[in-house]
Structures are given as C-alpha cells and as structure tokens.
C-alpha cells in the first residue's frame, strides 16, 4: 500500500523527519511522499509517518485506476539502438571494471580503507597505474563521501545485477555525444523499459517497474572512480580524482492527478552526465591529436535481454557475458583458462572452497557447465583446447552437439563413437575437476552482434595485403565440404585440424552462418586451396 500527504497538511514537519528512508519530500506545493522510496515500515504496526501526524493528513493513496496519461510524459523514441541490434559503447578501463563491480559485487576484492572506507583497487599496466573505486552515500548529492566500509558492505549485498545494464547504456548515451563530460544525456523509464524489455512484464505495475529502474539507475551512480593512468604512447599519463563514474544531475517525477486531488507517480526522467574519465577515454578531438584515447566496442541489445532474463537461473552466465563483451573488443587472442572464468563467475571464495571442502567441486563443476550451456545457447559457443580439454572431460552437451543431423550420418557418428576407446556414453573421468582447473577455452564462435565489436574500420593509409587480394571471394559450403571428401577427411578429423568442434564444420558445410576472414585462411591451407 502507498501512502500520500492530503491538502490539510499543516507542515509541521512530522512525517519529512520521521521517515528512515527519507521518503517524505518537500517541494513548493508542500509535502509529498515518494512511492519509490517508501517501503511501509515493515518493522512496525503502523508507518511512522501516519502514527506521528496529528491531523491524519497521510493516508492510503487509492488505486489509480485507467491508463497513465501519456501527453504527460515525453516522448519515448529508440535513440541507441538504431538498428534495431546493436549500438556503440566506451568501452575503456573504467567502464570495464564498473560493469565487473555491478556484476561481481562481493565477490570482487574489497577492503577497507585508511579511512575505513570501502574500498576497490587493481594495477594497471603491469603496476605502472592504479584504478580505484568506492561507493557513494547518496548519489542525489554531488559531492556526497563515500560510504564506510560496513554500511558499504550492506549496500553491496542489495545491488541488482540488472543494473549493468543501466551502466552499460549509460556507456552506449556517451558515445552519441562529442563531449559527454561537459554534456548530459537525459533518459526517462520509456526508454529504459524499451531497452530491458521492461515492457513486456504485464505481472508488474507500472509502480513496480518504476521503483526497480529508479533503483538500478541510483546503482550505477553510486560508483566513485579515482585513476592514476601512466603515459601510453604518445599519450601522456593523467589522474583523475575521486568522482563519480555517471553524476546524477537531476530526477524528474511525473504525475497524475485524480478528480480527487491524488497524486499519482506515472514516470521518471533522469539526467546524467558522464566523469571526466571521458575527457581520456572518449575524446574525438583529442585522439585525432593523439594525446587521448576513444576506447569504444559493440553493445548487442540482445545482451540486456539475456541479463533481463536468466540473470535469476544462470548469474554466472550473465557475469561471463558481462565480461567477455569488453574481453571480445580487444581482438587478438581470445584463449582464456577455465579457472579465470571460475573466478569470474562464482569469485574467488566460492572457487577456493571448492578446491578445499570436499564435495563442493561437484556442484560448481554442475553449474558451470549449465552455466556453459546457456552462453553456448545464448550464440557464443566455446572452442575447446582439444590439448587440455579434451572431449572426456568436456561436457556432455558439447558432445551431444556433433551428433549429425542427417539420418546417414548419425548412423556413421554412432559406429565410429563405439569403435573408440572413449565412447561418448562413458562417464567422465575421477580427475575430471583437477584437469579442468587447468584446461583452456581458445575462444568463442561468435554471433554475426558479436563478430561487430572485432571489426575495426579500415583507415585510409592502410594497405591492403596479398593474400586479401587474392582471396576477395569467400569460401562457399560447397566447395568446403568437396575439399574435404576428396581429403577423405571426416567432420570431425578436419574440426580437430582446426581446433573447431564438430558442430562448427557440420554448421558451415549447411551454410548456417558466415565464416570469419582468419577461419577463412586456416580453411584454405587445411583443405589444400590455397
């Protein structure tokens, strides 16, 4: 039940000083209370703002009935993603490791500080610079201190994972701006329902979800970065004091009033403004000088919707994916260790008591390779290191995935699997977790929203090498498969030439989706068509 101030208040101030939450607020036209902040006093019989007024001017706000009325609030247009799939977004350092605080939360190595402050630090470029962060008492407040180490434990425990996705759009708004951090960017709930998918949940009411975006945008303002950056090229070093990652500038409350005089809450707009970490990170003018960085990749929409809806069932999955849209952006080597991606699904203390309390190995090892899975259904399928993780210890749905299609050749895949001395039926092996601690993922087959955030525009100056010329026409399905019958090389003999799975050759040789250039050129020698 949400309650609301009537017109007979006489400001005597009760309520607005009695309400742990500070739901009570004041405005020019009196006293109103926040629905979003207001919780009704679980702890007591009655809320305390009702029990001390003195002319029972707070009472229950009725149930607004009909629709919002939206000439009141502003227009809600798709402003990022353009296409409908993807959008550009900084990327940097900062960004990076704010999306691991807000996904990560306790799992991160925090600390408290000289003054007792919570606190979170890493090096940067092997020790020459340092990033930390610290979380802001209130967000609404400039400059508000950050919060000491127990309170800031406490709020750390409450954060919502979801509210990645508010950062991460927050990264995508910057980037639409030549200087976001003299510049803000305004948003309302429209937009961010859209983007989440918020719209669709016909079991909240529009309350609900106005009190969850209030509160995942109020998370992801809550984050202070401090940075020392070293010089990196031609670019010098920097600092950059404690500030906020995003400043809160302003939140707008949109109302409806009823024939009886209710107010109703039916909207927020929030305006931020991007840190001076932008000033670096995100410079057009500077960069052309190269005296700044802009550090910038790929957001797939259809990662907010994954968060949006697994981040409940597979947390460690949505972490992962977190984690590798920044890891992806490098390009370059993608191999990555089955322990780096344990920590960074389950943190370091759940990783450590699995390798000392007997038994719990069996049940992390469950749920990453649940975790696995979903990433693997999600589009990013893993690539195995058939050196480390060889298909006895690799999980059972990978295997399951190079069983063929055809009739035929699944009957082949069958007699072949039963005249090896691992079956694809045998149970995995007793040192099954000890080799997996030290097995490798080479990388992972991309969905055409992923492959975006590797490709780098070609600049004018570069020179387009031979075998990129020679090689203009791509590789069809056909003349794949031929090159590999007149090899007689079977799916999977030619996926272990090329470190691929089963899976991946069956679903290039049905033409189901494109093969990048560097796969390409391993085809090519592989099969003789150089």
């Not at 409940?312 to 994916?321: D, P, S, Y």
């Amino acid at each position: 039940m949400t309650y609301a101030v009537k017109a007979s208040c006489i400001a005597c101030d009760q309520c607005h000083s009695s309400c742990p939450n500070g739901a009570v607020k004041t405005t020019d036209a009196g006293y109103w209370i926040d629905p979003t902040l207001c919780d009704r006093c679980p702890d007591v019989d009655t809320p305390r703002c009702v029990d001390v007024c003195a002319v029972s001017s707070v009472t229950p706000l009725p149930a607004k009935k009909g629709r919002n009325r939206s000439t009141l609030l502003p227009a809600a247009i798709h402003e990022i993603f353009l296409n409908g799939k993807t959008t550009p977004f900084a990327s940097s350092m900062v960004v990076w490791e704010a999306s691991n605080i807000l996904a990560q939360r306790e799992s991160l190595s925090w600390y408290a500080d000289d003054h007792d402050h919570l606190c979170y630090q890493r090096s940067i470029h092997r020790g020459q610079g340092n990033i930390q962060f610290r979380l802001s008492s209130n967000p609404e407040l400039p400059d508000s201190p950050p919060m000491a180490y127990s309170l800031g434990t406490a709020a750390l425990g409450n954060f919502d994972i979801r509210a990645v996705c508010i950062h991460l759009i927050f990264a995508a708004y910057a980037t639409t701006l030549n200087c976001p951090w003299e510049t803000p960017f305004i948003l309302n709930d429209q937009h961010i329902e859209q983007y989440l998918g918020l719209h669709k949940r016909k079991d909240l009411t529009k309350l609900a979800k106005l009190t969850l975006i209030k509160d995942l945008v109020y998370q992801a303002c809550q984050l202070l970065v401090t940075l020392d950056w070293p010089r990196q090229g031609k670019v010098p070093g920097f600092s950059i004091p404690e500030q906020p990652v995003w400043q809160l500038l302003d939140t707008q409350y949109y109302f409806d009033i009823d024939d009886q005089g209710y107010r109703h809450l039916i909207g927020l707009g929030f305006s931020i403004q991007t840190g001076d970490w932008a000033k670096h990170f995100l410079n057009k003018q500077d960069y052309r000088k190269q005296t700044a960085f802009y550090q910038y990749g790929t957001l797939p929409q259809s990662l907010l919707t994954e968060v949006m809806g697994n981040w409940q069932q597979h947390e460690g999955a949505v972490r992962l994916l977190l984690w590798l849209v920044f890891k992806l952006r490098l390009g370059g080597d993608h191999r990555v260790t089955v322990r780096t991606l344990l920590r960074i699904a389950y943190g370091n203390q759940r990783l450590s008591d699995a390798m000392t309390i007997r038994g719990a190995h069996k049940r992390l090892l469950k749920t990453f390779e649940s975790d696995l899975e979903a990433i693997y259904h999600y589009g990013l399928k893993p690539q195995f290191d058939p050196d480390t993780y060889g298909s006895d210890i690799q999980p059972l749905w990978a295997r399951v995935a190079d069983i063929p299609d055809d009739a035929d050749d699944a009957l082949e895949f069958w007699t072949n699997d039963a005249n090896q001395a691992l079956s694809l039926t045998d149970i995995a092996p007793r040192n099954k977790w000890q080799r997996l601690l030290n097995a490798r993922i080479l990388g992972f087959e991309l969905s055409e929203e992923w492959q975006q955030s590797l490709r780098r525009p070609r600049t004018k100056h570069r020179r387009q090498s031979k075998s990129s010329t020679v090689h203009a026409h791509p590789l069809s399905s056909h003349v794949i498969k031929a090159a590999r019958q007149q090899l007689n090389l079977s799916q999977r003999a030619l996926a272990e030439r090329l470190g691929k799975s089963q899976s991946w050759i069956r679903d290039v040789e049905n033409g189901r989706f494109k093969i990048s250039s560097s796969d390409q050129t391993r085809l090519r020698q592989t099969l003789n068509l150089v």
